[in-house]
């Protein structure tokens, strides 16, 4: 599976895909562990850093809210 999460948009939240499907839009780390459990990741099972994973644009896991 491969998880692509996309920069900030006007309302600060982040796209979510997994292999092109739209998961939903996270507006936290949390929210994207959350759609990775519900595409049947075991939570623990994963790195939300690891970019063999989850390919982060617009800033990783740390970088929320509106763009700059």
């Not at 998880?3 to 600060?12: E, Q, T």
């Not at 996270?26 to 959350?34: H, K, N």
């Not at 459990?37 to 790195?47: F, I, N």
């Amino acid at each position: 599976m491969r998880i692509v999460v996309y920069p900030p948009d006007d309302s600060g939240g982040r796209r979510v895909r997994a292999d092109g499907e739209i998961l939903g839009m996270a507006y936290t780390a949390q929210d994207v562990a959350e759609f990775l459990r519900r595409a049947g990741l075991e939570a623990g099972s994963y790195d939300l850093e690891d970019p063999t994973l989850i390919e982060w644009r617009g800033g990783g896991p740390d970088e929320w809210g509106l763009p700059g």
